[in-house]
């Protein structure tokens, strides 16, 4: 893919803006963060000279910008399984298999989704000038269910401020053990690092404010089918606040306090519906997926019996 080069023509209504937030408005396409870096490595002049991201313009400057071609991504491409479920020119809704981490980390050096997409999606433009798609928002690794990437900064930054402005909406599907006393209601308990135990998360006084709502769909004699929607987005947050309250998702092999009778491979959690505004068009975009396999077969387990445990 060849690099571009554009010309921004600064109006005389810019005078006193910095560079960098100036350019942030004019260049949509590119996030401040990809204009900052062009801008230290030489690649943005003003009026014929180089210049500094906190650069106060005059007005009627004319700003030229060299944007590299967009380098090869860090990870690799694999072959994994993966359903595409929607896809275009800026984005694509993907069902992620529970078992897959969204994207590569020091102990998961592949056969993520981000490897996965990397296979699969060959038009991509790039973020933050790596050719790799853009997460929006992340599943625990033994969650399924739909997630939308970016193909580019612009779809990048438009998907992320509607997940922060709560305009995203994000619903589950989660198994949980015990019956709720109200069959619909809001857990709001700040989330962070557990005190003592790294690997998990926990609900901590002066941690990140979450908060979880849910309504009960179903119940049986000792377990419940609830519908979640996330309003805060914080790691691990259905399967920390279910826990909080008693009521843990039911496989859950960090939070439930010990193995499935049922033997699951992970925990019945599902993103289950998604819905956001299309970064270009604007049209509401509304997704829904059913549970994997494992997971309605041990809802239909339930179902028969009436209870999991025993």
């Known amino acids: 893919m060849p690099g571009t080069e554009l010309t921004v023509q600064v109006p005389e209504d810019a005078a006193g803006q910095r560079l960098d937030r100036f350019l942030v408005e004019a260049v949509p396409d590119l996030s401040r963060a990809r204009l900052q870096a062009l801008i230290a490595a030489k690649m943005v002049v003003v009026d014929g000279k180089f210049a500094r991201a906190a650069l106060r313009l005059k007005g009627a400057e004319c700003i030229d910008i060299r944007i590299p071609a967009p380098e090869a991504a860090s990870a690799c491409p694999e072959d994994l399984p993966l359903e595409i479920v929607y896809q275009d020119a800026d984005l694509a809704v993907v069902n992620k298999p529970a078992g897959m981490a969204t994207h590569p980390a020091p102990g998961t050096p ?12 060959e038009d991509l433009s790039g973020i933050g000038g790596e050719l790799r798609p853009g997460i929006v928002h992340r599943l625990d690794k033994d969650t399924s269910g739909l ?9 990048h930054r438009a998907l992320q401020a509607q997940i ?3 305009t995203a909406i994000r619903r589950y599907l989660a198994l949980v053990t015990g019956r709720l006393q109200e069959h619909t209601g809001t857990v709001e308990a700040p989330i962070a690092r557990h005190p003592r135990d790294r690997v998990k998360m926990a609900v901590v006084p002066g941690g990140r404010r979450a908060v979880t709502h849910y309504e009960v769909v179903e119940e049986f004699k000792d377990a419940s089918l609830l519908a979640v929607t996330l309003e805060t987005g914080r790691t691990h947050q259905i399967r920390v606040h279910m826990a909080h309250i008693g009521h843990p998702v039911i496989g859950d092999p960090v939070y439930s306090g010990g193995p499935s009778p049922m033997r699951l491979a992970g925990q019945l959690l599902h993103a289950w519906q998604l819905s956001f505004d299309h970064p270009r068009t604007g049209e509401r975009m509304e997704f829904e997926v059913a549970p994997p396999a494992e997971f309605a077969r041990a809802l239909e387990f339930i179902r028969r019996r009436g209870f999991w445990r025993g």
């Open 147 to 155: 997630l939308v990437v970016a193909k580019d900064d612009r779809a």
């Open 110 to 121: 592949g056969g993520t989704l981000v490897n996965a997409l990397l296979s699969r999606i």
């Open 164 to 166: 922060q402005a709560k």
